[in-house]
């Protein structure tokens, strides 16, 4: 039976091209663990400033609840909205009346963004019956997305 020699230097050359295997997979899973992080990261923000934006959105709309009862409301509404993943959204509505047209600036907060929507309405009012007739001439967002600074 004849043994197996083996060549001078190559004792460890298997072992040196595992070693480097696992570290060059090792690597590629932490970067990739890492570009994970950071789009969750995007996604989680990005779900905050549009929780801001309807909530401002629900501002502008309760304001036209608002007007619907009282014509002549120059009134400030102001409300806390849960969504169903039981994040909290606040948003803070100014009602300018300036029969008939009305302009409707309202602020919503969530997640430490900010977004701010402004409508221009014209409310029917007496002689006409409650709930006064809305009309929406516009309605769109003013300011971009803002962070809250502490």
């Not at 060549?7 to 090792?26: C, D, E, K, M, S």
Request: aromatic share 6%; hydrophobic share 50%.
């Amino acid at each position: 039976m004849k043994s197996a020699t083996r060549q001078p230097g190559v004792r460890g050359a298997a072992l040196l091209l595992v070693i480097f295997a696992v570290a060059f997979v090792a690597v590629l899973s932490i970067a990739v663990l890492d570009v994970m992080a950071t789009d969750l990261g995007v996604l989680r923000n990005h779900a905050s400033g549009l929780r801001a934006l309807y909530a401002a959105e629900a501002g502008v709309g309760h304001a036209i609840a608002e007007l619907r009862d009282k014509y002549d409301s120059t009134s400030t509404v102001e409300g806390t909205l849960t969504s169903p993943s039981g994040a909290t959204c606040r948003y803070r509505a100014e009602i300018d009346n300036a029969k008939p047209v009305v302009t409707v600036t309202s602020t919503g907060v969530a997640g430490g963004f900010v977004r701010t929507v402004r409508a221009r309405l014209i409310v029917a009012g007496p002689p006409m019956a409650k709930a006064y007739p809305v009309r929406i001439v516009w309605w769109r967002e003013v300011a971009g997305v803002a962070l809250l600074t502490p």
